[in-house]
């Protein structure tokens, strides 16, 4: 957390008198952290951005009212979630998903594919908190409160369970202080963080202990890295043994704003069959993968190129492991490649540079 010390107090000082240049460097300690909130509250990480933009304006105008009763960091998150909070009750998408099903022809449909408007969050944005706090609580930057399939749940709360959970169990806000962020009582607040974790369990699944994830080891690094061989190769029976054997798929239409639904599919060997048109055969694609990393788990950026015409960005693939295997493959729509600091074309040299790294 950050302390209230001295330097910030004179900030709050300074920019309550009308100096835009403190009340800069007052917003620029919070605002990475205020972008994740977001992020968590609306499941992608544009509109994370807006909101985090229109709690800054909001707060601006509001500098001169700022009495110091509560820290700068709860004032701000105050703003925050109420923004986001009027956002989600205007989304049509939401009320859609909220009156839908989690399950299809009695099975349950994987969190990840119930939400066609999820995106990633770049891993520098994730970076920044800690950068702006030596000692950051590992709930706001853990990797189980970032994680695709975490994020996608929480849009199955209602609007109130989801901030109660956020600022709870995230945050690590007392219930007194999220009653006040929310202008309800910590009775109605504890009610209704139990709604939201049994509502959680329920989307999850039951064991919660699974989501509980270490740092990311040498060997998931190795494991994603033989899969990106394996899929450039078009080696069915390699992809087969990196895979587990109750593998979930799921596929994001492109366009994160869509309303058709997400499709997914379930199994080692059928995920091996639904991937052989783009492998194998007469309009296989050619395909190369960058590895990289996304809302604090493994990702790879897949470009795909037909005979005649440049790599071009086909998916961002992020990846769930345990153990030596995928458990969990993420396609989301490559739209946001830009965003994430990568190219719509891959270069020719990039290309030529990968072949040669994977034959060193």
């Not at 605002?31 to 499941?43: A, D, I, N, S």
């Not at 105008?61 to 979630?81: K, Q």
């Not at 990311?216 to 087969?240: H, K, N």
């Not at 080692?268 to 069959?273: C, G, K």
Request: with cysteine; proline share 5%.
């Amino acid at each position: 957390m950050i302390d209230e010390n001295e330097d910030l107090r004179e900030l709050v000082s300074a920019a309550r008198q009308g100096d835009d240049a403190a009340f800069g460097r007052l917003v620029d300690r919070f605002r990475p952290e205020l972008v994740l909130h977001g992020y968590r509250l609306l499941g992608r990480y544009d509109e994370a951005e807006d909101a985090v933009q229109d709690t800054l304006v909001q707060a601006w105008r509001g500098t001169s009212g700022f009495e110091g009763r509560a820290s700068v960091r709860s004032w701000l998150y105050r703003i925050a979630t109420n923004t986001c909070l009027a956002r989600r009750a205007k989304d049509e998408r939401r009320r859609r998903l909220l009156a839908g099903t989690t399950v299809r022809d009695g099975v349950a449909i994987p969190v990840s594919a119930t939400v066609p408007w999820s995106q990633a969050v770049p891993q520098d944005a994730i970076e920044a908190v800690a950068q702006r706090d030596p000692h950051p609580d590992e709930r706001l930057i853990g990797r189980e409160s970032l994680e695709i399939a975490f994020v996608a749940a929480l849009q199955h709360l209602t609007d109130r369970q989801c901030a109660v959970l956020v600022l709870r169990d995230v945050a690590g806000w007392p219930a007194e202080d999220v009653a006040g962020q929310l202008d309800t009582t910590a009775s109605a607040v504890n009610a209704l963080l139990q709604r939201a974790r049994r509502r959680m369990r329920t989307v999850l699944g039951p064991d919660r202990a699974e989501w509980r994830r270490s740092s990311p080891t040498g060997d998931e690094a190795a494991l994603v890295r033989r899969y990106a061989e394996a899929v450039e190769s078009g080696d069915d029976q390699a992809i087969a043994s990196l895979l587990a054997e109750d593998v979930l798929v799921s596929h994001q239409p492109h366009g994160g704003n869509a309303v058709p639904e997400v499709t997914w599919y379930q199994g080692r060997q059928t995920t091996v069959d639904a991937w052989a048109p783009a492998l194998h055969g007469s309009m296989a694609l050619d395909l190369r993968l960058v590895e990289f990393r996304v809302n604090n788990q493994p990702a790879v950026a897949t470009y795909g190129r037909l005979p005649g015409t440049p790599h071009r960005a086909f998916s961002l693939t992020v990846l769930r492991t345990s153990g030596d295997r995928i458990t969990e493959v993420v396609n989301l729509s490559p739209d946001r490649f830009p965003a994430l600091g990568l190219p719509m074309d891959l270069p020719a040299k990039a290309v030529a540079g990968n072949e040669r790294e994977r034959t060193s």
